[in-house]
């Protein structure tokens, strides 16, 4: 395998990768407060010249591997939604409502609540919400959410909505039903806490048609990847095959 290759199958991993996020970005455009995933790459033309060994072991699979993939998060919020129920909250700034996993502490945008048989304060798929005190014991009373977050039942003060924070959104892995899980482990408490809105959602910051104007553009852009490595492997074995004419 030539280097030349190496740099097409790098690109064609980029594009493949590109088309995943594309995908699940459009698989979730509807989930509440799911926020956009952008796929990025790295390592430009000049980089891998300066990096790799064009003399070593592997060099074609090493400047495919030399080009990095990351995802990063779309940060823009979107845009809330009345549905006049209690226990639906959405957050006007940065961070996300902390539940409680057997993984650990996971984040999430996503404020559609509800209360579980046990009386605790829980997310759609059934994780318990994290107060500042743990999980937040609704019990069978009425409960209401104010502003700063402060959770009241029957009118008494039990808890806080805990909001957190990671220091690189970049680091956030996508778990589904809107939740994320900090890949460093650690969740930070807000510069400033958010203001809380009880009876709205917040939408997906998703807009399909871009994602299906960029999963095209991506797809054709692997294609021409594709037609580029046939057209070289054509021309490689009509170069075989003049070279075996000689003598």
């Known amino acids: 395998m030539s280097e030349a290759i190496g740099m097409i199958r790098g690109a064609m991993q980029a594009d493949a990768e590109a088309l995943r996020v594309i995908g699940?970005?459009?698989?979730?455009?509807?989930?509440?407060?799911?926020?956009r995933q952008i796929p990025l790459s790295a390592g430009g033309f000049d980089q891998l010249v300066s990096s790799i060994d064009p003399h070593g072991d592997g060099f074609a699979a090493n400047v495919a591997?030399?080009?990095?993939?990351?995802i990063a998060i779309d940060s823009r919020p979107g845009t809330l939604k009345t549905t006049g129920e209690p226990l639906d909250v959405a957050l006007e700034g940065e961070g996300f409502f902390a539940l409680q996993s057997a993984a650990g502490t996971v984040l999430t945008r996503r404020g559609d609540f509800h209360v579980g048989a046990d009386g605790?304060?829980?997310?759609?798929?059934?994780?318990p919400v994290l107060g500042e005190s743990g999980p937040i014991q609704i019990g069978i009373g009425a409960a209401t959410i104010g502003a700063d977050g402060t959770v009241r039942v029957n009118?008494?003060?039990?808890?806080?909505?805990?909001?957190?924070?990671?220091?690189?959104?970049?680091?956030?892995?996508?778990l589904g039903n809107g939740m994320y899980a900090s890949a460093?482990?650690?969740?930070?408490?807000?510069?400033?806490y958010p203001v809380?809105?009880?009876?709205?959602?917040?939408?997906?910051?998703?807009?399909?048609?871009n994602e299906m104007v960029q999963m095209m553009e991506?797809?054709?852009?692997?294609?021409?990847?594709?037609?580029?490595?046939?057209?070289?492997?054509q021309m490689l074995e009509k170069a075989i095959s003049e070279l075996g004419k000689v003598g």
């Open 24 to 35: 699940q970005n459009i698989a979730n455009a509807e989930v509440t407060a799911y926020r």
């Open 65 to 70: 591997a030399a080009i990095q993939h990351s």
């Open 120 to 127: 605790v304060l829980s997310a759609v798929s059934g994780e």
């Open 155 to 174: 009118g008494d003060v039990i808890d806080r909505l805990r909001i957190g924070q990671v220091a690189d959104e970049s680091e956030l892995q996508y």
């Open 184 to 192: 460093s482990g650690t969740v930070q408490d807000p510069e400033s």
């Open 196 to 209: 809380v809105r009880q009876g709205f959602l917040e939408t997906s910051n998703v807009t399909p048609v």
């Open 218 to 233: 991506t797809l054709r852009h692997f294609e021409a990847s594709q037609r580029l490595v046939h057209g070289y492997d």
